[in-house]
């Protein structure tokens, strides 16, 4: 990076930081901690949407569709996510190479599973062996990505499917007396007025998405604790620049990062609510209300 | 029976007791059962210590938190911070690397006349090292309950306290700390829940699992990376898991009835279960 890096054995200890802190292998480290915002911003509005689906099926007069809606919600309670993380994620992938296998290779005689293995048609392969890597790489993240949308979208719909059921109920009325018919007042009234009652609940998943990243290491993402581990690990006098074990202080770096993200969290959902609580039938509603006359 | 073998094999593998290898080829559905049952004792022995342990820090944390000292309070409120502001997998990571770094050293002492030999080695198991984390962080969060209830403890119960002549020490133990209890139990009850299901990371974090002697996940991991079905493993730990929330529902209603006793039907506090966060 800079000019006087050529040689770091013979630099002081600020200058050997400075050359240290900005090698290659270090980009590849600061470039996974977009990984971790990709993850967050795909993440958020997939889940709500999945969360919504789910809510407003739970809501359906036809029993089958809200049956499905309750057992989507129901299903992660008393279960670790950790569990479905590991479980969904393989899912998957057999799910698509299966489905691709059926379309792709029909005549396919033999077994797809095999004792201990899973052999579908080369050309079910996902992703075809003889791709390049990134396509590796977004297809493992692709997967990671739909796996959390699975688990956070659960959590969502339970809260929206609260939230909905928080609107006071004569204004759902009230719509039905104008003469609205039931998908104008779900559209009209309950769902904007439906977020300042879910918006705790949502702040607190939103929390808990950011606390729930750090697992994508173990879905098999080069993400940052993949790499805190791999930098901080120590290196002898073969390399550039020699180090003992710094695995502490590389996770401690990702502590703060993430006490950060959280702390940032906290003051944004603070305004949102503010902003969300304008006009609400609510007592921080009413108060915004006192304030302004 | 194929399954009485599985169980005298693999019941108390996770412990380090019975075959020595895990089954490698024609893995049977007993033998999926029975280990991952067996590795579910340390998710009920990291849960329950770390619990009872963690509910005394807690207390006292809470109360430090509540104080008007600065002195006592901000140390309490960064400690709950920085354990509930951060992921329990980055906690587990960096407490394991700090145990690793410590200079190994073994003091002996005599405790109830048992001469133990204490190595800082032990830090760096699972058994010690991730039952600390889990303790650290179950107090954060427990603590944070806490200190919510202990703030909504109703002005007119205190000034009845003051009528009587409690004060200090006394007020605390007979008035404050019970209604505090009441109050929290049902968002108690979800930390509970909560924090057994965290101790399915332990082995996924960086403690390793001495002699393959894992919790319930790390075992259905295993079995679905060896068989490649994961639809016959993560169901069965998820069964497990399952009674085990159950079990622990049961018990804290049986302590939430016993705490609202005194009331009448109507104000009790009911229990919510939401036991789905993760931290």
Not at chain 1, 154 to 176: K, S
């Amino acid at each position: 990076m800079f000019a006087f890096c050529t040689d770091p054995a013979t630099l002081d200890p600020l200058r050997w930081f400075s050359c240290y802190l900005t090698n290659g292998a270090h980009f590849l480290f600061y470039q996974s901690f977009l990984v971790v915002f990709a993850l967050l911003a795909v993440t958020a509005p997939v889940s709500l949407a999945f969360g919504f689906a789910a809510a407003s099926a739970s809501r359906s007069h036809i029993l089958p569709v809200a049956w499905l809606g309750k057992l989507y919600t129901a299903m992660v309670r008393g279960v670790p996510d950790i569990v479905f993380f590991l479980f969904f994620i393989l899912v998957l992938d057999q799910g698509i190479e299966y489905l691709r296998h059926q379309i792709a290779c029909p005549e396919w005689a033999e077994e797809i599973r095999q004792g201990a293995n899973f052999l579908v048609c080369p050309e079910a392969r996902t992703p075809s062996s003889n791709a390049p890597q990134w396509v590796h790489e977004v297809y493992g993240f692709s997967l990671a990505v739909f796996t959390y949308a699975i688990v956070f979208g659960a959590f969502c719909g339970n809260v929206l499917y609260g939230a909905m059921r928080a609107v006071p109920h004569a204004q759902l009325e009230t719509g039905a007396a104008y003469g609205m018919s039931r998908a104008q007042v779900f559209w009209r009234i309950l769902v904007p007025q439906m977020w300042i009652y879910a918006l705790p609940g949502l702040g607190n998943i939103w929390l808990i998405l950011i606390k729930a990243t750090p697992l994508l290491f173990l879905l098999g993402i080069e993400d940052i604790v993949y790499w805190a581990r791999e930098l901080g690990g120590s290196r002898n006098s073969v390399y550039q620049y020699p180090h003992p074990d710094w695995r502490f202080w590389y996770f401690l770096a990702l502590l703060v990062f993430y006490l950060c993200l959280t702390r940032v969290s906290e003051i944004g959902l603070a305004r949102l609510t503010g902003h969300l609580s304008r006009g609400q039938a609510t007592a921080a509603g009413d108060t915004l209300r006192k304030a302004a006359t | 029976m194929i399954c009485a073998e599985a169980l005298q094999d693999y019941g108390l593998r996770a412990l380090g007791i019975g075959e020595r290898l895990l089954p490698q080829t024609d893995i049977s559905l007993c033998q999926q059962i029975v280990l991952i049952g067996s590795g579910m004792m340390w998710n009920v022995y990291f849960g329950i210590l770390a619990l009872g342990f963690g509910f005394f820090f807690a207390v006292a944390l809470a109360v430090a938190k509540a104080s008007p000292a600065r002195l006592i309070r901000k140390p309490a409120e960064w400690f709950i911070f920085i354990f509930r502001g951060s992921p329990l997998f980055i906690q587990f990571f960096m407490v394991y690397e700090a145990f690793v770094m410590l200079p190994r050293v073994g003091i002996e002492f005599t405790f109830l006349g048992v001469e133990i030999a204490a190595e800082t080695r032990w830090f760096a198991r699972a058994w010690l090292g991730a039952l600390i984390v889990l303790f650290l962080n179950t107090s954060a969060y427990t603590a944070e309950i806490f200190y919510g209830a202990l703030r909504n403890v109703p002005k007119g119960d205190l000034d009845a306290a003051d009528a009587y002549g409690l004060s200090g020490w006394k007020r605390f133990r007979r008035i404050t700390f019970p209604t505090t209890m009441r109050l929290a139990w049902p968002a108690y009850t979800n930390e509970a829940i909560f924090l057994f299901h965290a101790t399915a990371l332990v082995f996924f974090s960086s403690f390793p699992a001495f002699q393959q002697r894992g919790d319930a996940l790390y075992y259905a991991n295993y079995f679905a990376d060896r068989t490649f079905n994961p639809f016959v493993p993560y169901p069965i730990v998820a069964f497990y898991f399952v009674v085990l929330t159950l079990l622990i529902i049961l018990i804290f209603g049986r302590i939430n009835v016993r705490l609202n006793r005194h009331l009448p039907n109507g104000q009790r506090t009911r229990l919510r279960i939401r036991p789905q966060l993760m931290r």
